[in-house]
């Protein structure tokens, strides 16, 4: 036979049980009352309602079963059969009635937490709204701050000094200290951040609200500023090349002019020493002379053209300098480029032209070099030695121009003899 809980009343297992029971007490309570906070159906309040009643229940009986003196001599006089039952209950039925009171308790606790996530309430919009990146606060007409998350009470303390409590206040602080952009502003924080704030009004209920947004635009202005910063080098690159363009446009005019007077320069200048060494009654083919001075006449009304296929500029060169009486003796490899070969050919007729003009020389020595990546053209001739400095005029200066625009030099020395020296890089290397 199964003992009763008076039999057992003062043992641990009693004890036990009565502890166990002032424990439930309060949470069948609060299960109740949160039940009725939520505002849950009324099958389900009147549940937790009688489940906080025979927990209570369960709790008198156990505390009368084991302290007799709980109840008074007319409760035992208008209830004897019951206090009776409930003084021979075996403690099987009491510890039945707690473990089935936790097994409520926990469905209860799950049934609580699948309606919350499934109606949020002021708390649980409060934690997610702390949660968003972005600053958010809604304030009343009169500047009462209603809701503000985490991320716009620290920029509210960074911009205003104070803790968020006026809406109208931070907006002030804002307007006073932030950058206008597009009707927004925009907030530089100390950690390095932009924050775009915004100011909007909205109407819930009936009532207008002022909505203050902040969102982080960092990379956004750093992008912006970098494309700020390209556009700006690149005006300035526009403009330079503007006005290399102009210069440039100038500068091939004047190339053009150069080469029209190099051209005239070379071909009058063939003639005119071609004659010269005809009248020092040197023997020159007079054939030759008349086509030379027939050339020229030509040249200079404009009616000469250059041929389709034209000869090798050094053949025309070495003609040239034999037309009047100067033999160029080559050292080296004459280079194929046609470039370099071009401003060679110019180097022999000027060089046998200012020969036999101011140095009454008849021979002229030219070596070439190839070294390092690069051409070396040096020439020397005999006869009278120049006074002083040679003033680079004419062909000279045509031949400096020359070099310089094939990336290279020339220098010219006049000790111990007459020496020219132009300096290319190899066209392969360019």
Known sequence: MLTSFSQIAGTPGGILLVTLALVLLPCQVSVCMRSLHMRRPLPSLLLCALHAALGFLVLWLLVDGAYTHTWDGKAREAFPGIVEAARGLPWIVFATLEAASILVLDFSRRRCRKFLRSHPGPQMIKEAVDLLPAGVCFGAADGTVLLANMRMVELARELTGRMLADTHRLWKAVTERCREQDGKRLARTGDGKVWLLDRRTVTAGGEEYDQFTAADVTESVRITDELEQNNRRLRDVQARMRAFTARETDLNISREILAARSVVHNHMGNFLLLGKYYLDGNRADETTLLHTMRSACRFLVNEVEQPDDPTDPWDAAMKAAGGIGVRAAVTGFLPEEAGTRALAAKILEECAANAY????????????????????????????????????????????????????????????????TVTVPDEKKQ
Do not use: C, Q, Y
Not at 365 to 390: A, D, K, Q
């Open 357 to 420: 003009k101011h140095a009454g020389a008849d021979r002229i020595e030219m070596t070439f070099r190839h070294e390092g990546g690069e051409w070396t053209i040096s020439v020397t001739n005999g006869g009278t030695l120049p006074e002083g400095p040679v003033r680079e005029t004419g062909g000279l200066a045509t031949l400096r121009r020359m070099a310089g625009e094939a990336g290279g030099s020339m220098a010219v020395e006049t000790e111990p003899v007459f020496r020219l």
